[in-house]
């Protein structure tokens, strides 16, 4: 079986292939390790292999992950998980980016609660690209209004858009659904300069991380390449 070590290694040089063949600059696209329901050890001998971003979707078990490797310095640590109105305060306080912000009251919240002691919270849209029931997110419509708003909260630093693609659709919709969040990041870069650098496309995982890049991913979110399966519940990464 492979080392969590080599598999870093092997998502790494998938990610700088498909970043030079899209002609983009090279190190464009940050890796975000997908390590929920991983044990710390884990995330150590990732972190232990060069890599710095993990991505959590369940809020206790991030912040007891949290606690075992407080002596370890330079892991940034992102919310990538459905948001109850419940935790934002914790999430403010623990995590240095939130990629799935769907709903004003929860950017509120987070912008409250954000500690000033610490920069100010960078988070991105999760956007519902192919309106599906099941899924978290704001719709397209919604952006503009939600962008606007956002706009006017202190401690929030908005920096893009996040979706998760239905990926059992076919691999050509699949490609328009990320065209369609790129080019509707553009639009809104275009017509609200104010709201800051909006920089950031968090899409992609381990079997489509090479199709996101080519259509503007800046992180893919890369779980079970870098782990390992893990249960069949716990299957979206």
């Not at 997908?34 to 972190?47: I, N, Y």
Request: with cysteine; glycine share 6%; net charge negative.
């Amino acid at each position: 079986m492979s080392s969590i070590a080599d598999n870093i290694g092997s998502v790494t040089r998938r990610i700088q292939k498909a970043t030079l063949q899209a002609g983009r600059e090279p190190g464009s696209v940050r890796l975000l390790a997908v390590s929920k329901t991983r044990p710390a050890e884990d995330l150590k001998a990732a972190f232990e292999a060069g890599q710095i971003a993990f991505g959590e979707n369940y809020l206790q078990e991030a912040l007891d992950k949290m606690q075992a490797l407080s002596g370890i310095e330079g892991i940034e640590w992102h919310f990538i998980g459905p948001i109850q109105s419940n935790k934002t305060r914790q999430i403010a306080e623990a995590f240095a980016w939130v990629h799935s912000v769907d709903r004003l009251k929860i950017a509120r919240r987070l912008s409250e609660q954000r500690p000033e002691t610490l920069p100010p919270l960078n988070i991105c849209l999760q956007v519902n690209i192919n309106n599906e029931d099941s899924k978290s997110g704001c719709t397209l419509d919604e952006l503009d209004e939600l962008l606007e708003a956002i706009g006017e909260l202190p401690n929030l630093r908005l920096r893009g858009l996040m979706a998760i693609p239905d990926p059992d659709q076919p691999e050509a919709e699949l490609r328009l659904s990320f065209r369609k969040l790129a080019s509707t990041l553009t639009k809104l870069r275009q017509d609200h300069p104010e709201a800051g650098p909006l920089d950031t496309l968090s899409m992609g995982m381990s079997d489509d991380l090479e199709m996101a890049i080519a259509e503007g991913a800046t992180w893919v979110r890369v779980g079970t390449a870098l782990f390992g399966a893990r249960p069949a519940k716990h299957s979206q990464s």
